[in-house]
């Protein structure tokens, strides 16, 4: 069937349909507009999607006496026409939303399989609405509008007190009226279209979803008092929130509001394929909980990626940390910074995660504390945890450089040659160029390099001794770390290793595991560092069979789960030399989720330095609370006490 005589059909039986984009037949969507039944609404946000899915927008003529059910149910009679099998693939914005979760409705009801459902802005009438959400709204409003009538002329004033006073009393009668309809304000109606939309709205209260819907929301609210997104808690077995900049009328109007839409729903009917590449959950990996130390951005950005592609994620993070602004959290909970032991265990408790992933080297390390301490007086809970570092029996493969540098030597990984030292004789016959790196160090501290016989005392003495009494008080005080202050104490001194140089570029591998077995990995290299010695800023996508060889043996052997990193330095003949393990979450795992990682692929990490090439900054385009919270990172770091900080490097 041609679609214009699809378009003719469908016409006839009380629907308006129109093709708004070509493509492939098998991925098509259908999308319903808002209240004023103006398909032409939808063409922006369609023009914009990238993917290969064809697109019909279509809308019931609806007559003065029809319900929301009944113009569902032509609306389905049309889509049959179309596409006589599922999986389908709906979708509207506003009250175009709840027509496409009806339409979902009934065929779910019919046994027909539903593969994607999104609700742009998608709002039911407020009469069934939670009490306390629909007071607060109604507060909300009534605020707005008293602010709004303070500064108009008395007499324009008082009118519009008289019009507000009377829609107020309506809202109040209407929220346990028997007839709705006879008490909804419908002055906002334009055309009868919409006047029918809002009657059917009135008597339309929605059932739970049995399945996934994506909610489009904005991060903006100027037309109804609440967050939409709240709207929609537990009114599906699984909400997906995505969030747009702008609020409900701009989000099929603006440029940017209208690109973040089509960017949201491209994703999600590329996440629906089978063959997408990203990680899934699993039994055994479907409820992870991130836990973090640090106030880094990947933490929150994985933690988005994940609940994109189905996973329970729950999170235990200092106070302050971005992902405070994901959307999504099963569980959210505090690392109290004074106990941190005791609150990360309640955290445990609450969420009951199937696994944790450590975001930085200090969670790492306080798992492992928390596995000692627990060991033998809560077994399952130290189950938990060895299961999330993986075989405890490899632990200090791990933790020690030489000792992981022996154990990849006998899997056949090509590692410059690493030994322990105890003090500066011990260097004497060693060949130069060379580095010195302690165990447990991370983030380019505890590292000096050593190019000449002059730089061997120095080097030793930057990384050898314990901590000094002001950086140990600073990590007490500003950090609530109290082992380095214990450290100087004790004067204990750091395992040293000397690790041979090698010249050549970064590389890294980035793994996702199940009991031992790589199910995702990317192998890239590093085009630019953030600082010297520092993470990486600019990275590419890169095809190197023997690094990908080399994190597959190693995860096999360390019996790794979740996600973890591996650090290579590429000489110029191309031989990858393994350098060290991330037994933890890394900045580009949530890479791994998305499934975005095509050799040759050049990206900036987000937030990336000032002055990269917008077009291959990683930007969190689907988390825009993320992107605006760099401009208070940014503050927080030209205030005083941070600036002091950075002079007299005490926070290094």
Known sequence: MTATLATDAAAAEGVRLQLLKAGDEGETLFLVPGVEGDIGELIPAVSAMTGPQRVYGLMPVLPDAIGLPAAAAQVVTAIRGLQPAGPYRVGGYSFGALLALEVAQQLRAAGESVEALFLIEGVYDERFWPRKMWVRALVRRTGWQLGRIVRMRPLAAIAEIRLRGVRLLRRLVRRNAKTPDAVRDVASAETLSALYAYRSM????????????????????????????????????????????????????????????????????????????????????????????MRWYASARLAHALIEAGFEVSACRPRGHVLGVIDGLTADSQLNRLWRRRSLVAAIRRAQPDIILPDDERALALLRRVHEAVRISDPELAALIGRSLGDTAQWTAVTSRAGLAATARDLGVTVPDTVVVADPAGLADRPLP?????????????????????????????????????????????????????????????????????????????????????????CLQVEEASEPRGPAAVISVIDHPQMASAARVLVERLGFTGFCGFDFMIAPTGEAFLLEINARVTPTCHLLVEGLSPAGRVLALFPAPAGTDPAIVDQPCRVPALARSVGSVLARRQRRSARIARRLRIAR
């Not at 702008?246 to 996440?271: Q, S, Y």
């Not at 930057?462 to 007490?476: G, M």
């Open 202 to 293: 009135a008597a339309y209260q929605p059932r739970t979803y049995p399945g996934t819907l994506t909610l489009i929301a904005t991060s903006q609210d100027r037309h109804f008092g609440c967050d939409v997104a709240r709207l929609w808690a537990g009114l599906a077995d699984r909400v997906v929130v995505q969030r747009v900049d702008g609020d409900h009328l701009a989000i099929v109007r603006e440029p940017a509001a209208v690109a973040a839409v089509a960017a949201a729903i491209d994703h999600g009917l590329a996440m629906a394929q089978p063959e997408w590449p990203g990680v899934r959950p699993r039994p055994g990996f479907e409820r992870p909980m991130i836990l973090t130390t």
């Open 434 to 522: 060379y580095a010195l790196k302690t165990d447990g160090s991370w983030g380019g501290r505890g590292v000096a390099f050593v190019h000449s016989a002059g730089d061997v005392r120095p080097a030793w003495n930057s990384v050898a001794n314990p901590p000094s009494l002001p950086r140990a008080l600073k990590r007490l005080l500003v950090n609530f770390e109290a082992a380095p202050l214990a450290a100087w104490a004790r004067r204990v001194r750091p395992v040293v290793n000397a690790q041979g140089f090698v010249d050549g570029r970064e590389g890294i591998v980035t793994a996702a595991c199940f009991e031992g077995q790589v199910t995702r990995l990317v």
